[in-house]
């Protein structure tokens, strides 16, 4: 019997360190610039250059807006 409360201790121990593992967070602070973007390339971006998708979602926003 005692083995078995041991055991069990030992398990729930483990799972309450490795719930408390998930939730640490670096102490140095993430640097930001105001207007720059420092993640990943965002293959979505160059797509919102062309000015076909442009003119598309421009046309869309004046569909959508002529209610105001």
Same mark, same amino acid.
Do not use: I, N, W
């Given at each position: 019997?005692?083995?078995?409360?041991?055991?069990?201790?030992?398990?729930?121990?483990?799972?309450?360190?490795?719930?408390?593992?998930?939730?640490?967070?670096? #102490?140095?602070? &993430?640097?930001? %610039?105001?207007?720059?973007?420092?993640? $990943?390339? !965002? #293959?979505?971006? &160059?797509?919102? %250059?062309?000015?076909?998708?442009?003119? $598309?979602? !421009?046309?869309?926003?004046?569909?959508?807006?002529?209610?105001?």
């Amino acid at each position: 019997m005692m083995q078995r409360r041991t055991a069990m201790a030992a398990v729930l121990l483990g799972v309450a360190a490795a719930m408390l593992g998930g939730c640490y967070q670096s #102490p140095t602070p &993430a640097m930001h %610039e105001p207007g720059v973007y420092k993640g $990943k390339a !965002d #293959p979505l971006r &160059a797509k919102l %250059e062309s000015d076909q998708l442009q003119a $598309k979602l !421009d046309a869309r926003f004046q569909r959508a807006a002529q209610d105001r």
